[in-house]
């Protein structure tokens, strides 16, 4: 899902044949290299979104480009259907090794929807395969965001993007996101973090065990809850919901996966077990066109003995594309991007802490590595929002690309849900980029904080 767009002017007025989400016009880009982008009137952007946290390994590295250009000498077309290919059959050995325990079968997509239509699909032929076709519903979190597509947006929480299709689709029971830091109880986060785990299982007993087949959760929450993370007593207790009730548990690791939070996927911070991941954004790093689903053998046997897998895309596991991603996978390995990943987003989370206490309207600072998100409410101590009209998030992304830097924004619900900046550089970025990162970051806050009437502290 690509970030909300930016009303700051812009100077490319040339007629344009495109479109997108808005008639907004943006610069057009002429090179990038590392963290930067340069545009063709000479400005310098520091990325410090990753596109839309895509951008893994960085722009321009000369390995990946390299590989690109020698499987393009051989071919850069093979259709699944008549040929295996070499890159293909590589990556997914290469992916199916840096899984947990036997996720061992992949398939291969173009993009993250994909990747998660995949995986519903999947789920539910293995349901059939069994002989339990009762099972069709899979639950997932309100809010959440796992993909464009009818099938994506069906387990999808955010009626600002399903409202206009729910007529088109089957939209599938939800239970709440696990936003504990926002309550204000008595409990302590251990246990907030299992009575939200146990909203599933009360949503499972409400809908019928017999008919739900799968529950679909972000372990480190993206487009729709900005860097959430869960309490530790979360995961294993979804866990153990989903064994009791012989459910799937998928794993939608589209943005957080990928050596992104300082893992290689965001649920191995809790030794997670899911039954099927969904991954893309990191795969192809923004060099090609790429994501995909890993199963495990007792899922997609029975499917296969079945008759098949009654799914697949054109370029599912195009040559070209898995030439880049085990380019990219091989270099993530190379430089160190997972413990990169971890030590920078330390220096990040620290530096966006330092923050929330020169502005006290940061409500809460939070994510894993280099997935991290600023939240702006009205009170730190209730946490109340912001009244839709202050849309400093918006504000604070405008300001900051006036100043060079993109950050990642989007509001959710109309803002129902808060307004959050995520941060998400490449993981190649340094100790100081971090540093040039969050101080332009803190003067759009501050230019904002005026604008609005909003308390600075010093």
């Given at each position: 899902?690509?970030?909300?767009?930016?009303?700051?002017?812009?100077?490319?007025t040339?007629?344009?044949?495109?479109f997108?989400?808005t008639?907004?016009?943006?610069?057009?880009?002429?090179?990038?290299?590392?963290?930067?982008?340069?545009t063709?009137?000479?400005?310098?952007?520091?990325?410090?979104?990753?596109?839309?946290?895509?951008?893994n390994?960085?722009?321009?590295?000369?390995?990946?480009?390299?590989?690109?250009?020698?499987?393009?000498?051989?071919?850069t077309?093979a259709y699944?259907l008549?040929?295996?290919?070499?890159?293909?059959?590589?990556?997914?050995?290469?992916?199916?090794?840096?899984?947990p325990?036997g996720?061992?079968?992949?398939?291969?997509?173009?993009?993250?929807?994909?990747?998660?239509?995949?995986c519903?699909k999947?789920?539910?032929?293995?349901?059939v395969?069994?002989?339990?076709p009762?099972?069709?519903?899979?639950?997932?979190?309100?809010?959440?965001?796992?993909?464009?597509?009818?099938?994506?947006?069906?387990?999808?929480?955010?009626?600002?993007?399903?409202?206009?299709?729910?007529?088109?689709?089957r939209?599938?029971?939800?239970?709440?996101a696990?936003?504990?830091?926002?309550?204000?109880?008595?409990l302590?986060?251990?246990?907030?973090?299992i009575?939200?785990?146990?909203?599933?299982?009360?949503?499972?007993?409400?809908?019928?065990?017999?008919?739900?087949?799968?529950?679909?959760?972000?372990?480190?929450?993206?487009?729709?809850?900005?860097?959430?993370?869960?309490?530790?007593?979360?995961?294993?207790?979804?866990?153990?919901?989903?064994?009791?009730?012989?459910?799937?548990?998928?794993h939608?690791?589209?943005?957080?996966?990928?050596?992104?939070?300082?893992?290689?996927?965001?649920?191995?911070?809790?030794?997670?077990?899911?039954?099927?991941?969904?991954?893309?954004?990191?795969?192809?790093?923004g060099?090609?066109?790429?994501?995909?689903?890993?199963?495990?053998e007792?899922?997609?046997r029975?499917?296969?003995?079945?008759?098949g897998?009654?799914?697949?895309?054109?370029?599912?596991g195009?040559?070209?594309?898995?030439?880049?991603?085990l380019?990219?996978?091989?270099?993530?390995?190379?430089?160190?991007?997972?413990e990169?990943?971890?030590?920078?987003?330390?220096?990040?989370?620290e530096?966006?802490?330092?923050l929330?206490?020169r502005?006290?309207?940061?409500g809460?600072?939070?994510?894993?590595?280099?997935?991290?998100?600023?939240?702006?409410?009205?009170?730190?101590?209730?946490?109340?929002?912001?009244?839709?009209?202050?849309?400093?998030?918006?504000?604070v992304?405008?300001?900051?690309?006036?100043?060079?830097l993109?950050?990642?924004?989007r509001?959710?619900?109309?803002?129902?849900?808060?307004?959050?900046?995520?941060?998400?550089?490449?993981?190649?970025?340094?100790?100081?980029?971090?540093?040039?990162?969050?101080?332009?970051?803190?003067?759009a806050?501050?230019?904002?904080?005026?604008e609005?009437?909003?308390?600075?502290?010093?």
């Amino acid at each position: 899902m690509s970030q909300t767009t930016s009303t700051a002017p812009v100077a490319n007025t040339r007629p344009s044949h495109l479109f997108y989400v808005t008639r907004l016009r943006r610069p057009l880009v002429d090179r990038a290299e590392g963290i930067y982008l340069w545009t063709q009137d000479g400005r310098r952007f520091i990325d410090g979104s990753s596109g839309p946290v895509a951008v893994n390994l960085g722009y321009g590295n000369k390995y990946v480009l390299d590989a690109m250009k020698r499987q393009m000498d051989k071919t850069t077309f093979a259709y699944r259907l008549h040929f295996e290919n070499e890159p293909a059959e590589d990556l997914a050995r290469d992916i199916a090794g840096r899984m947990p325990g036997g996720l061992e079968r992949i398939f291969f997509v173009s993009g993250g929807s994909e990747a998660v239509e995949s995986c519903i699909k999947l789920a539910r032929q293995w349901a059939v395969a069994i002989g339990q076709p009762k099972r069709w519903k899979i639950i997932s979190r309100m809010p959440s965001y796992h993909g464009g597509t009818l099938g994506a947006l069906a387990v999808t929480g955010d009626g600002a993007l399903t409202d206009t299709f729910a007529d088109q689709m089957r939209a599938m029971p939800t239970v709440p996101a696990p936003t504990a830091y926002r309550d204000r109880d008595n409990l302590s986060m251990d246990e907030r973090g299992i009575k939200y785990a146990d909203m599933l299982e009360e949503r499972i007993l409400t809908e019928g065990p017999e008919t739900v087949v799968a529950f679909i959760m972000e372990p480190i929450g993206g487009a729709a809850t900005n860097a959430l993370v869960a309490p530790d007593t979360y995961y294993p207790r979804i866990r153990e919901i989903c064994d009791r009730h012989g459910i799937l548990l998928i794993h939608d690791e589209v943005m957080s996966g990928v050596a992104r939070t300082g893992r290689f996927l965001g649920g191995d911070h809790w030794n997670c077990r899911p039954d099927i991941v969904s991954l893309s954004k990191g795969i192809g790093s923004g060099y090609m066109p790429l994501g995909a689903m890993a199963a495990p053998e007792r899922i997609v046997r029975p499917v296969l003995d079945m008759g098949g897998f009654q799914h697949g895309h054109t370029y599912a596991g195009n040559p070209l594309a898995c030439a880049a991603g085990l380019a990219v996978m091989q270099e993530i390995d190379r430089l160190g991007l997972v413990e990169n990943a971890a030590a920078r987003g330390g220096d990040l989370i620290e530096a966006l802490r330092e923050l929330a206490v020169r502005f006290p309207f940061i409500g809460d600072v939070r994510g894993k590595g280099l997935m991290t998100a600023i939240e702006f409410v009205a009170d730190p101590v209730t946490m109340e929002r912001l009244p839709p009209e202050v849309n400093i998030g918006q504000r604070v992304l405008d300001l900051a690309y006036e100043r060079g830097l993109i950050v990642y924004f989007r509001r959710v619900k109309g803002g129902v849900q808060g307004d959050c900046i995520m941060i998400a550089p490449p993981l190649i970025v340094t100790r100081a980029e971090i540093g040039e990162i969050v101080s332009i970051l803190g003067d759009a806050i501050a230019v904002a904080a005026r604008e609005f009437n909003l308390p600075v502290n010093g």
